[in-house]
Each structure stands twice: as structure tokens, then as C-alpha cells.
């Protein structure tokens, strides 16, 4: 029974995603997860980066959620605001994984 509620739940976030935010809050919503994840993402990817590089890598990520973050609220005050620039590469992965070290 834990699998079907897990494909159920599942299917319902995917035809979530597949209808276009109409409110000025769907879009902060979406907004703001989109910036979690992307900070998430960035501040793996800076633990692949050699030391020295390491906390300018981390400080750039952060830099770039706070101007996310603005960008999302941006979308909550103005009911006409529309994301308008998609920034960063392509989509890597769609699958967070951890190394969980014994």
C-alpha cells in the first residue's frame, strides 16, 4: 500500500507541475522552491570545489538565492510580474543523492 500512495502522490505533483501558475502566489510558491533547490544544488556542487575555491564558491551561491529570493517576492507584490530570465546551466540531475559515509 506504501508504494501506491507513494506513485499517487507522485502523479499528483507532476500534474501539478504540468499546469501553469495563474496567481501571483502560485508563482512566489514556485519561485521559492526553485530557489531552495538551485541553492541546494550550487552548495553541493562547491563541495566539489578545490578549498581555496570553496567559500567564494558558497558566497556566490548565497548571493544568488538572496537575489532569487527578492525576485520571488517581486512576483508576490506585482500581480502582472512574470519570471523573466532563466539563469544557471542545464538541469543535471533530477535526483538529489548523498554520499552517506559509514
Do not use: F
Request: proline share 5%; net charge neutral.
Amino acid at each position: 500500500m506504501g508504494t501506491l500512495h507513494a506513485q499517487t502522490a507522485e502523479d499528483a505533483s507532476l500534474a501539478r507541475g504540468a499546469q501553469e501558475d495563474t496567481t501571483p502566489q502560485q508563482r512566489y510558491q514556485t519561485a521559492i522552491r526553485e530557489a531552495g533547490g538551485g541553492l541546494k544544488i550550487s552548495l553541493e556542487e562547491c563541495k566539489a570545489a578545490a578549498m581555496t575555491e570553496r567559500t567564494a564558491c558558497n558566497a556566490q551561491a548565497r548571493a544568488r538565492y538572496t537575489e532569487d529570493m527578492a525576485a520571488a517576492k517581486a512576483l508576490l507584490k506585482n500581480p502582472e510580474a512574470r519570471p523573466v530570465n532563466v539563469t544557471g546551466g542545464p538541469i543535471r540531475s533530477t535526483i538529489t543523492s548523498v554520499d552517506i559515509k559509514p
